[in-house]
């Protein structure tokens, strides 16, 4: 059942036989013989940790689109923490259930949760690529759009999950910040005309603090069009334009809220065939 992806974690964090269970970065020296009791304090420790304010972390979408062959992953990584180094963000497939032989177990036995493959667009290794490098503020955002290309015959979308690690690297090695998991959603399949608003639909500056631009290109005239901001939690916050697009380029020229809180904040266009929605950040 190993990868790629899996031997090189095992390599990065010393592993020499299987299973090892790793928390905070450290070998729990998991056996036979002590696992029960290895096993509730691995819970107790990962409980803990929970409860901790992390310093960063990362939030995922991950859409499958099997017209264009492809899983479409949005993330925005936060720091809640000032902090500093060399962080990297890696995406992962997750297959949440695959039967095959195992000793001991049989021909059909279920393996679950198993690390498929690391799939950051121009990773150089099975750890992404860097995030951010230096001195990192709390409150710092960084987005990041990939397109991962699939076999459409063979990828069953409900048995996958995108798992997002941030990784701080320190010398050779790729130590454990964070992770998080969700799984791949099923696209609501984009129209020509759809497909060419959200291609076009561009937000400037990228960190608002006045005024703010809004460009984008219709390939004919959309009726009862809406560009509204909302804030992460759904609730509408303002309406933006109401009424029909022109076909081809136009620019519209926002005015931030006057009361809206410094943060992250969704900016949703909708129309008759769909909706395109951005993330953009208030200071």
Known sequence: ???????AFASNFGA???PRFFVNNTDQNATSSNFPTVRQT???MVDDNALQSPVVQTGIEANYFADENNVSIQTNTQFFQDAEGDYYLGLYFIKKLLVAPQANQGDEAQHHELLQEEITPNAEDDFGTPLVSGTIASGNIYGSVATVNI???????QNYEVAAIIW???AEKYIFVNGNRVDV?????RTNSLAALESSFSIRPNIITNDFQLTFSAKEE?????????????????????????TGEQTLQVQRPGNIASGVYLIKMSTVDGQVTKRVIFE
């Not at 059942?1 to 031997?7: G, L």
């Not at 959603?185 to 399949?189: A, E, M, N, R, S």
């Open 1 to 7: 059942m190993q990868t790629d992806a899996s031997k």
């Open 42 to 44: 691995i819970k107790t």
């Open 185 to 189: 959603d099923l696209g609501v399949t």
């Open 222 to 246: 959309i009726q009862n069009a809406r560009i509204d901001l909302y804030n992460m939690e759904g609730q509408l916050i303002q309406n933006f334009y109401s009424g029909n697009l022109s």
């Open 151 to 157: 076999n459409t015959e063979t990828f069953d979308y």
């Open 16 to 18: 020499t036989s299987q």
């Open 168 to 170: 701080k690297k320190e």
